[in-house]
């Protein structure tokens, strides 16, 4: 069965940063494209990054404007999102999900409690 655990978040002021973890298991993480979504309150849940299960290649939301850096460790079963410059915006809960295509078609049917981040002004 797959898990997927998230965490890191937390609360940060505006132009900080903040470095988040997803945790893998019941997959063979190596085969997977990872990805991290997100969810403000009240809205839908939405793309963030993908990274492709060699890790040599990615993709980001327009709105990351060069701001995220998404990686891996498939040695660990983990893929990690980087983020810098933070903006209220960004406020949410972050989850992880993965697919068997590069670029991202689906996910798995399974997600994780997510990790939350917020964003003062």
């Known amino acids: 069965q797959v898990r997927l655990v998230e965490s890191g978040g937390g609360l940060v002021q505006a132009g900080g940063s903040l470095r988040l973890s997803c945790a893998a298991s019941?997959?063979?993480?190596?085969?997977?494209?990872m990805a991290w979504f997100r969810q403000a309150p009240g809205k839908e849940r939405e793309f963030v990054a993908a990274?492709?299960?060699?890790?040599?290649?990615?993709y980001y939301a327009d709105f990351v404007e060069g701001r995220f850096t998404i990686s891996r460790e498939n040695a660990k079963s983990e893929v990690y999102l980087q983020m810098a410059n933070l903006k209220p915006e960004d406020t949410g809960v972050y989850y992880c999900?993965?697919?068997?295509?590069?670029?991202?078609?689906?996910?798995?049917?399974?997600w994780g409690q997510g990790t939350q981040v917020t964003v003062s002004s």
């Open positions: 019941g997959l063979t993480f190596g085969d997977y494209t």
């Open positions: 999900n993965g697919g068997q295509t590069y670029p991202l078609l689906t996910v798995l049917d399974y």
């Open positions: 990274v492709k299960w060699s890790g040599d290649s990615t």
